[in-house]
């Protein structure tokens, strides 16, 4: 039963550790868009050249699945336009590109 149960924790180690270097590497190989504001609504949108990639949020709801579609179908700069245009007129806060 000792070995099951080492062997269940292990595995969930694994995971979690998997997850993280995963979120790190799309992190550090995406661009970003970094949104913030006074109220603490703030979000970072990671992209490349066609799509979005992942995203951190905080005070604020985002569709990453309907929100990236969208982003393919106008392409990504015109939807970070937008984006950022949306955000700065609904908040006291503004984006930046981080390259």
């Known amino acids: 039963m000792k070995k099951v149960l080492m062997f269940i924790g292990g595995f969930v180690v694994f995971v ?4 993280i270097i995963i979120f790190s590497v799309i992190s550090m190989t995406s661009s970003k868009l970094v949104c913030e ?4 609504t703030n979000i970072t949108i ?3 050249d066609d799509t979005i990639t992942g995203y951190t949020a905080k005070g ?3 569709d990453l699945d309907g929100q990236k579609e969208y982003a393919e179908s ?5 939807y970070l336009d937008e984006f950022s245009n949306y955000y700065s007129s609904n ?3 503004s984006c930046t590109r981080e390259e």
């Open 91 to 93: 908040t006291s806060g």
């Open 74 to 78: 106008i392409g990504i700069d015109a």
């Open 37 to 40: 504001c006074e109220e603490g």
């Open 60 to 62: 604020v709801s985002y």
């Open 46 to 48: 990671m992209y490349n």
């Open 16 to 19: 979690i550790v998997l997850v």
